[in-house]
């Protein structure tokens, strides 16, 4: 497959990913469709010109050099192992894949993306955490979930037990625009008491919710304490960032961003 250069907008995650292991994030920037969609919506379920949608995505699969498997996300915890046999739409939040050439891939417009990869490049995997499913039941949310999912077939079934897992988040609502009510506070603090300190109040059971900061305690908690990406700063806020980011929350009627992570070695 000849590989296409990838609009200077995207986003290259900078971690330090092992050799073969490669990482992207759209932007807007670089599709054909119209507003308010415009331009580069990946998304097939928001409303869009499927037509729209299949060269926008063709797009997407040039610049990478890898098939893209895109995902019915629910807000749940689910995790999918990833071979060429996995089709468009079936439902998780997370996948994961040892193969070559298969790209774990997560739409968003808000939703916090977390992409992961073994240090030794053996595995790769990616997340869709909104708030219900970063908190999800009993502390066990898609992050725990997935880091499972790691433990069993990328580390200890192959004997790896020592290898590290290293993580990066993407653009995602920010602090100072995700607007929550005591009922998502709750979910978090019930958890894990420093979880209050994600939480800005407003007043009148009214919160801002530091999404990513959520994530990073939760990865922390698993022993992943190598993070990498959103920090919170206003660069990675899909909500008022709005030339570059779609956001569900601002537009209501949004295109969806993808963030892509594949194995070629």
């Known amino acids: 497959m000849t590989r296409s250069t990838p609009p200077t907008d995207w986003l290259t ?108 490049g053996a595995w790769v995997g ?3 955490a909104g708030w219900r499913g970063l908190a999800g039941i009993s502390g066990a949310g898609v992050l725990e979930e997935t880091y499972k999912a790691f433990c069993a077939l990328a580390l200890i079934d192959k004997g790896q037990v020592d290898t590290e897992v290293i993580a990066w988040l993407g653009p995602c609502i920010g602090p100072k625009a995700f607007e929550v009510g005591d009922e998502v506070r709750a979910a978090f603090i019930s958890q894990q008491a420093q979880a209050e300190q994600m939480f800005t109040t407003l007043g009148g059971g009214k919160w801002l919710a530091n999404l990513a900061g959520l994530a990073r305690q939760r990865l922390l908690r698993l022993g992943i304490t190598q993070v990498f990406g959103n920090d919170g700063s206003a660069d990675w806020c899909t909500v008022t960032q709005s030339s570059r980011f779609f956001s569900h929350r601002r537009d209501r009627v949004s295109g969806r961003l993808a963030v892509c992570i594949w194995r070629d070695v």
């Open 13 to 120: 995650p900078d971690w330090p990913a092992p050799a073969g292991v490669h990482a992207l994030c759209t932007t807007r920037v670089g599709g054909v469709s119209n507003a308010p969609y415009d331009s580069l919506n990946l998304g097939d379920h928001v409303g869009d010109d499927p037509t729209h949608v299949a060269t926008n995505r063709a797009i997407l699969q040039q610049a990478m050099s890898a098939r893209p498997v895109f995902l019915n996300q629910v807000h749940g915890t689910q995790v999918l192992r990833l071979d060429a046999t996995t089709p468009h739409a079936s439902v998780g939040d997370a996948c994961l894949t040892d193969q070559t050439g298969l790209a774990c891939t997560i739409m968003v417009a808000d939703c916090l993306p977390v992409l992961f990869s073994t240090t030794d």
């Open 126 to 128: 990616a997340a869709h």
